[in-house]
């Protein structure tokens, strides 16, 4: 079993930045892909970001591309997400994931999910 814990969340103002972490622990294996997922009031969850074990490849969704930056430190191991010029449609619950397929971190359908972090990002 994988357990994923995420911090780093809080509220902001627009334009501020923020940096969340996801300390994985337990039985997580060497080759795990590591992502972000956040879910907004009243929406689906969504895709922000993703990581290979290695870090050398990553994916982001358009809407945060050029903003966001994923990274891990697979000795830990832990996946970051440094978030700058947060607008308020970045304002939703992160969720960090974990599986062993970077498509299943890709697509959501992640064996291991934490519980999650609140940003708000006001206008």
């Known amino acids: 079993q994988v357990q994923l814990v995420e911090s780093g969340g809080g509220s902001v103002q627009a334009g501020d930045s923020l940096r969340l972490s996801c300390a994985a622990s337990?039985?997580?294996?060497?080759?795990?892909?590591m992502g972000w997922f956040r879910q907004a009031p009243g929406k689906e969850r969504e895709f922000v970001a993703a990581?290979?074990?290695?870090?050398?490849?990553?994916r982001y969704a358009d809407s945060v591309k050029g903003r966001f930056t994923i990274s891990r430190d697979s000795a830990v191991p832990t996946v970051y997400l440094q978030m700058n010029t947060l607008k308020p449609e970045d304002t939703a619950r992160y969720y960090c994931?974990?599986?062993?397929?970077?498509?299943?971190?890709?697509?959501?359908?992640?064996?291991?999910w934490g519980q999650g972090t609140q940003v708000t990002v006001s206008s």
């Open positions: 337990g039985r997580i294996a060497v080759g795990y892909a």
């Open positions: 994931a974990a599986d062993e397929k970077i498509a299943a971190v890709l697509v959501g359908t992640s064996n291991y």
């Open positions: 990581v290979t074990w290695s870090g050398a490849s990553t």
